[in-house]
């Protein structure tokens, strides 16, 4: 009797023990919950329920319960299954609960299973829009599967680790270089996150080389990642910032997303800084994406006023600073989940939804503006889109391939990049503004009109370069500009075509401020008289006195150090006059022309272009008769062909815009009142003189 006594009794002190451990890790799972620790109130709760004995169904299913939403927050999406098929099993799981289970088994392919969970969660749900779109996708994913669509996708394993990989941004002139998130082992701190339990989230980056290989991927450096979670990025239209999700830590309260900046110095990246967008500390602002035209920021939040869940929103920016907040509404939001905006460089708006009828989890969609200026969403079919998540699109310019992320093919549910296409026509111009000696201009913009109301600026890239999506059959006007420079001018019309074709400008601008060399004039040896391979360069010079109209120039003619100083300046006025006289033949007025004779009195200064050229040169050097009798004979011979040039500097830029009272002759077109004027003029294009002095000389219309 004895015996048996103490044996119960110390089985009651281990059942009783069991049942204390039990509460305590599941107080401690409710305390990593609230922070957002999903990952490590999981483990709290899948522990104790291992704890729980089997008879007590009641907390078995409780604990079920919350270890599924655990695991449904961290995309476990097998474990949180399991999860709620215990809740549901023991009795515990709301009808709430049910339609996540029923979203899960989207997510997981389960499509006829979850057609049925749809079905009986109409009669308690009737009006739930989860549930009707829900029940939609349940059905028509697998026919979406076995149509299919033009889009080929293609894992890429260099990018790809056995961690998170996701959100690309593709980068750089010729998109060479690629940004993503990754939790691989080689992101930065020691500690596994208590949200993911992998290490917490860095940018990577990867270059490709001259014959298209990438690089392996490596964090960025210059203070840009830090402990914390780095997430989604996106890098503004002109290159020199880069918008992140980041997610701080603190044991106190729950983990909340946010959005900072880091703007791009001398090719690296700064120690980011907030980027405040409203006052609300309680929310959660992630995924940023800025429009093509760089004046709207748009941003997943749930702060109040959304439509349910994750919605999509946007702010005004100017020189850093934001301007209100809006809600995109429908048709984009919905009571699911709306995240990861991005944008094609034609305008078109990219997100993924959990909340529109899809294939599963996190599909993605397109967003187009009609003419009735409202949004219409398009959804791209399979295999861009899967049963699993599928988002972050970046695209590489105006093609319609690019690189996106998703969790498909993946057991435990890790987030891997992909590459995609979509084979379409797309005509495109691409242009460079450039000044005429070859440097790169990249404070110059472009300025398109065209036939079919086309009405657009764009600024260029970091190498004076630019592109636009054109369209058979409409003429274009093409303006090159720049402050301090003239303008330059292209016109083409775009034909038919069944292959991709891309039309390429040039735009070389002349300086207001300095010479401009007239390259390829070429005169008879030791006269003034011009050669005929110069009439390609001086009709060259006369379109663009036609093009800037109120321009006048000084033609100044230079030679050599031979001979003597009176001869060589004798015959370069000669030369000069001889330009002059060619230009006045073409139609140019006289007295928009100053001839200038220098002979050998301003030999030429070097500049990096040219030192870049040769070996012997370097900037700054100049080409006096001391420097070139140093040189070696040949290094001689086409020194002294560099200082033998035609150049001309700009004198004047208001030549004939003003009357005898100081009027402007030819004033610009009235524009529009403030409160009615449309971002772009519908009816014509004011052109600058290029002066940078705000006058306005032309302008075009159709």
């Known amino acids: 009797m004895y015996r048996y006594t103490h044996i119960l009794y110390i089985a009651l002190t281990i059942v009783l023990m069991c049942a204390c451990s039990a509460e305590t890790l599941v107080k401690k799972g409710d305390k990593a919950y609230a922070i957002g620790e999903y990952f490590t109130a999981a483990d709290h709760y899948r522990r104790a329920y291992a704890k729980t004995p089997a008879k007590e169904k009641q907390l078995r299913g409780e604990r079920a319960l919350k270890m599924a939403h655990c695991y449904y927050r961290i995309n476990s999406i097998q474990k949180a299954l399991g999860g709620f098929r215990n809740a549901i099993r023991y009795n515990t799981a709301t009808t709430d609960d049910r339609l996540i289970y029923a979203r899960l088994l989207l997510e997981n392919g389960e499509y006829k299973v979850a057609q049925a969970e749809f079905e009986a969660l109409q009669d308690s749900l009737p009006d739930n829009i989860l549930v009707k779109n829900g029940l939609e996708s349940a059905i028509k994913a697998p026919e979406w599967k076995k149509e299919g669509s033009q889009y080929k996708v293609k894992k890429i394993d260099m990018f790809n680790s056995r961690r998170d990989d996701y959100s690309p941004v593709l980068d750089g002139d010729d998109y060479y270089r690629l940004y993503f998130t990754s939790t691989r082992n080689d992101a930065a701190g020691d500690e596994l996150n208590g949200v993911t339990g992998m290490k917490s989230a860095d940018i990577f980056v990867s270059e490709k080389d001259d014959k298209g290989r990438w690089s392996k991927p490596e964090p960025i450096g210059t203070g840009l990642n830090s402990d914390y979670d780095e997430g989604a990025c996106c890098i503004t239209p002109d290159g020199q910032q880069m918008f992140m999700t980041q997610c701080t830590y603190d044991a106190n309260y729950p983990r909340y997303a946010k959005i900072v900046v880091s703007k791009r110095t001398d090719a690296a990246w700064s120690k980011p800084v907030d980027f405040e967008i409203t006052k609300d500390t309680l929310s959660c602002f992630a995924h940023p994406a800025v429009s093509p035209d760089g004046g709207w920021l748009y941003f997943v939040s749930d702060m109040p006023g959304g439509k349910g869940g994750l919605d999509i929103w946007r702010t005004r920016i100017s020189d850093g600073v934001t301007m209100g907040v809006e809600n995109l509404g429908e048709p984009i939001n919905t009571p699911g989940n709306e995240m990861f905006p991005t944008f094609r460089p034609n305008g078109d708006l990219y997100f993924s939804s959990d909340g529109h009828p899809g294939m599963g989890g996190l599909d993605i969609f397109i967003a187009r503006i009609g003419d009735d200026l409202q949004y219409h969403i398009t959804h791209p079919g399979y295999p861009l889109n899967s049963q699993a998540d599928d988002f972050g699109m970046t695209f590489e310019g105006n093609h319609n391939r690019g690189y996106f992320s998703s969790s498909r093919g993946d057991g435990r549910g890790y987030d891997h990049i992909y590459w995609f296409e979509n084979p379409e026509v797309v005509q495109t111009i691409k242009g460079w503004i450039y000044e005429q000696e070859g440097y790169e201009l990249n404070a110059g913009e472009a300025r398109i009109v065209g036939t079919d109301g086309t009405n657009e600026r764009l600024s260029v890239k970091s190498d004076g ?201 030819n004033p610009p077109a009235p524009r529009k009142p403030k409160e009615t004027e449309s971002e772009n003029e519908e009816d014509g294009f004011i052109l600058d003189d290029g002066s940078g002095n705000g006058e306005s000389f032309e302008y075009f219309e159709f």
Not at 467 to 476: H, I, R, S
Not at 527 to 545: E, G, H, N, R, Y
Not at 620 to 641: C, R
């Open 465 to 665: 370069s630019f592109e636009l999506v054109v369209y058979p059959g409409v003429e274009y006007i093409v303006l090159g500009t720049c402050a301090g420079f003239l303008n330059h001018k292209e016109e083409l019309t775009i034909p038919q075509s069944k292959v991709s074709e891309t039309y390429t400008l040039q735009f070389p601008l002349a300086s207001i401020t300095a010479p401009v060399l007239i390259d390829n004039i070429f005169y008879e040896f030791n006269k003034a008289t011009l050669l005929p391979s110069s009439t390609q360069a001086l009709d060259s010079l006369v379109m663009l006195l036609n093009e800037n109209p109120n321009i006048t120039i000084e033609l100044g003619a230079h030679t050599d150090y031979k001979g003597s100083a009176e001869y060589n300046k004798y015959l370069s006025q000669l030369r000069a006059e001889e330009v002059v006289k060619y230009l006045i033949k073409k139609g140019i007025a006289p007295d928009r022309l100053s001839p200038v004779g220098y002979g050998k009195e301003k030999p030429k200064k070097i500049r990096r272009k040219v030192a870049e050229r040769y070996e012997w040169l370097n900037e700054g050097d100049v080409l006096t008769e001391e420097f070139i009798s140093k040189l070696k004979p040949a290094e001689q011979e086409t020194a002294n062909a560099l200082n033998r040039r035609t150049e001309f500097t700009v004198l004047r830029t208001t030549y004939n815009m003003f009357d005898k009272d100081g009027n402007l002759k």
